[in-house]
């Protein structure tokens, strides 16, 4: 979400006539976008913001602007932890910055705020379709810094998809805090599915994916949308969080394991070939050994294709700070981790170990280490040795070599007739 964000100002940025800068230090404007899901996310902006000050004693007239889940409705503590700063803004909410880098410039801003739909985009993008969350997991900060459910119109939607196709993009991945609340807050009410079958009809667009999802949210005509509509991709990212249903309802996640693990075999009954990845938190507040097992469980059960693991950090603002000690210890939270990663390793091994030999498509989007790079349409990360290929270009690629976390194939074909999952 935060690089749709970034993406976005960007170009607004871009239509009042600045030039993107490789180097921090030479930079006229600073915006930094900031994350603070885990502590880790927080501390890393809080040390950058150091090191932007220091630049600011010596070019004062630089302008320092600050985005993302940081900010709140309230900024007055900021400002006096920070005055290096000059702009504060709340996520998606572009005007404050454009307005103060305008303003500096003495340029018409008004115009830049219309279209802010990046102009030079990658093969593979982002299109943000639902801002906030209305689900308050005791755990996460978000619902207060990004607000309540808003979803955009499934014609705002497909307008800019469009022009992102016209301007060279290939896949788009829609994006929500809670991308299965999509257009809940319409009335009628709409579902994901409706924009998905909307999105299917665009010329030129070749893959769709979406995340993050929850299960409580995933409707039967979501699931069935993936299995029906040939651009939508086998991939859904589910998060369980924890395996134990006691530590599920002070998470307030709404749903138990088994309920979570009837949603998966739904999608495994109705959606052939699909791949499956999750987020898990360890450590949470009064998570005992068993409980963890019981996280432990449901990964063994799943196999998961990419775990997304996470030790439990406490976030000030939020229901489990208020209500839940943080009573597991930092090393028994890493130990956790640890034999997370241990266990997903072997089971990412597996997975991908049986890939090999197999023919799959994929589409090339970037390049790295004397290889090209490329994603099936399950999102597997495929190296391909070959000079002569381009971003976007789609290929069938029999896969050489599989390690846990990435593919490694040879071209066999590079005009892609027909989709092969994997």
């Keep these: 979400m935060n690089k749709a964000d970034s993406e976005r100002l960007a170009s607004g940025l871009e239509f009042m006539g600045l030039d993107l800068s490789e180097d921090i230090a030479e930079a006229d404007v600073v915006v930094l976008n900031t994350c603070v899901v885990r502590q880790s996310a927080e501390d890393t902006a809080t040390g950058t913001l150091g090191k932007l000050k220091r630049l600011k004693d010596k070019h004062p007239d630089r ?4 985005m993302g889940c ?10 006096r932890r920070f005055p290096q700063v000059n702009v504060w803004a709340q996520p998606q909410n572009f005007e404050p910055i454009i307005s103060t880098v305008g303003l500096a410039l003495g340029v018409d801003y008004e115009g830049c705020l219309d279209n802010l739909v990046p102009g030079a985009p990658a093969v593979s993008t982002f299109v943000p379709i639902i801002h906030g969350c209305d689900k308050f997991c005791s755990f996460c900060i978000i619902p207060y810094r990004r607000g309540r459910e808003i979803s955009r119109t499934v014609s705002d939607v497909i307008h800019e998809v469009d022009l992102l196709v016209q301007r060279g993009v290939k896949e788009v991945t829609f994006l929500g805090q809670n991308v299965d609340s999509y257009g809940h807050d319409f009335s009628p009410p709409q579902d994901l599915a409706d924009l ?27 699931i069935q949308a993936i299995r029906d509509l040939p651009k939508v991709c086998e991939l859904v990212n589910l998060p369980f969080q924890a395996g134990d249903d006691e530590v599920l309802e002070r998470m307030r996640r709404g749903y138990t394991q088994a309920e979570y693990l009837e949603k998966i075999a739904e999608l495994r009954a109705t959606i052939p070939g699909v791949a499956l990845t999750t987020d898990l938190i360890v450590g949470f507040s009064g998570e005992t050994e068993a409980q963890f097992e019981h996280s ?31 009573d597991v210890s930092v090393d028994e939270k890493k130990r956790r981790l640890r034999v997370v990663e241990t266990l997903q390793d072997e089971v990412q091994s597996e997975i991908n170990g049986r890939l090999v030999g197999q023919t799959f498509e994929v589409m090339v989007d970037g390049h790295t280490r004397g290889a090209h790079t490329g994603r099936t349409r399950t ?3 495929v190296f391909v040795e070959d000079t002569e290929l381009e971003l976007g270009q789609f290929l069938h690629v029999e896969i050489t070599e599989a390690t ?9 074909e590079t005009q892609v007739v027909e989709a092969v999952t994997a």
């Design 63 to 66: 302008i320092i602007g600050v």
């Design 70 to 79: 940081m900010v709140g409705p309230k900024t007055d503590d900021l400002a």
């Design 196 to 222: 998905l079958y909307s999105a299917e009809q665009i010329e030129g667009l070749d893959r769709i994916r979406f995340l993050t999802s929850h299960p409580s949210d995933m409707s039967g005509r979501i």
């Design 296 to 326: 432990m469980d449901v990964l063994r059960a799943v196999k998961f294709d990419k775990v997304h693991a996470a030790a439990y950090s406490v976030r000030p603002g939020t229901i489990a700070s208020r209500q839940y000690p943080d």
């Design 379 to 381: 999102d597997k990360l």
């Design 404 to 412: 846990a976390y990435s593919l490694r194939g040879r071209v066999t």
